[in-house]
């Protein structure tokens, strides 16, 4: 079992960053792909990036160029460098682990989110 936990979550005005980590504890997590989803009420989670073992990166669509994930497997961390933000970008942000990049929310293990809120 991983276990996920989130933070760097908050409310930020456009145009502003935030960095989200996700710390992980239970497995080594050197061997999995780490990923970042969001999700706003009533809509399905949202791939936002990942990065597998190899530290290859892979964006959602609205967030490239302006996201950029990273690892750091000494520390069992992920991170999420967000750039630029909009008030589209307001969700509860989740960090997964999975063995294989997927693009669905199908990732074995879940954090339980921060929240991330950008005013205009």
């Known amino acids: 079992q991983v276990q996920l936990v989130e933070s760097g979550g908050g409310l930020v005005q456009a145009g502003g960053s935030l960095r989200l980590s996700c710390i992980a504890s239970g497995r080594a997590v050197s061997r999995y792909v780490m990923a970042w989803f969001r999700q706003i009420p009533g809509k399905p989670r949202e791939f936002v990036a990942a990065?597998?073992?190899?530290?290859?990166?892979f964006y959602g669509d609205s967030v490239k160029g302006r996201f950029t994930i990273s690892r750091d497997n000494a520390k069992n961390t992920a991170y999420l460098q967000m750039n630029m933000l909009r008030p589209s970008d307001t969700a509860v942000y989740y960090c997964?682990?999975?063995?294989?990049?997927?693009?669905?929310?199908?990732?074995?293990?879940w954090g339980r989110g921060t929240q991330v809120a950008v005013t205009s």
């Open positions: 997964a682990a999975n063995d294989i990049v997927i693009t669905t929310d199908l990732y074995d293990f």
């Open positions: 990065i597998n073992p190899a530290a290859t990166e």
